[in-house]
């Protein structure tokens, strides 16, 4: 059968390569994107785990930001009271 210079006989299928049976082929191919499939996935879920913890530490570092921002304030008004007592 062919449809205007496309031969059905002569084309590929999904994935076959020239030269290699096409079930043992199409087996292969499909175990390999399965694991490809599953390490996109496990590597995923390994960004995920770690944007958790970039954001768990960037709260514990805006937390000891502001903490800083209000001892330095404290420094500086003792530092202003004990000047204006000498």
């Known amino acids: 059968m062919s449809f205007a ?3 059905v006989e ?3 299928g999904w994935g076959a390569v020239p030269g290699r049976a096409e079930g043992t082929d199409l ?3 499909a175990i ?3 694991k490809l499939i599953k390490e996109i996935q496990a590597s995923q879920e ?3 785990a770690m944007l958790a ?3 768990a530490v960037q709260k514990d570092v ?3 930001s ?3 921002e209000v001892l330095q304030m404290y420094i500086d008004n003792l530092t202003q009271q004990m000047a204006k007592r000498r």
């Open 5 to 7: 210079g496309f031969n």
């Open 10 to 12: 002569d084309a590929l």
């Open 27 to 29: 087996v292969t191919q």
């Open 32 to 34: 390999k994107k399965e």
């Open 46 to 48: 390994g960004l995920r």
């Open 53 to 55: 913890k970039v954001q």
């Open 62 to 64: 805006d937390k000891l």
């Open 66 to 68: 502001s903490g800083n």
